[in-house]
């Protein structure tokens, strides 16, 4: 089992920067981690990704040249840095992790707890 606690979500004006810092434990990450959010009334959607190596990263159309996921050098915590902060990315925001390069939810194993980013106009 690995637990997966979330943190460094808040409240930012539009145009702002927030880090979220997703901090594993028990054991080590999987293969892949990943950043989905759920909006009220949305479908939950994958945000960013990284490869538990750090080498190849994923990014969705929404926050491609925003958003940056990178991990500590420990392995154990992983970042994603999130820039020019829109009122459209208010969402709570899950850190997750499984076995296969995917943007599908269903596909992964471990999830955090989720932390609310609120962008205000």
């Known amino acids: 089992q690995v637990q997966l606690v979330e943190s460094g979500g808040g409240l930012v004006q539009s145009g702002g920067s927030l880090r979220l810092s997703c901090a594993a434990s028990g054991r080590t990450f999987s293969y892949m981690v990943a950043w989905f959010r759920q909006a009220p009334g949305k479908a939950r959607e994958f945000v960013a990704g990284i490869l538990w190596t750090g080498t190849t990263t994923y990014y969705s159309e929404a926050v491609k040249g925003r958003f940056t996921m990178s991990k500590d050098n420990n392995g154990n915590t992983m970042y994603l840095q999130m820039n020019s902060l829109k009122p459209e990315d208010t969402a709570v925001y899950y850190c997750?992790?499984?076995?296969?390069?995917?943007?599908?939810?269903?596909?992964?194993?471990?999830w955090g707890q989720g932390t609310q980013v609120t962008v205000s106009s």
């Open positions: 997750a992790t499984g076995p296969a390069t995917t943007m599908d939810g269903r596909r992964y194993d471990y």
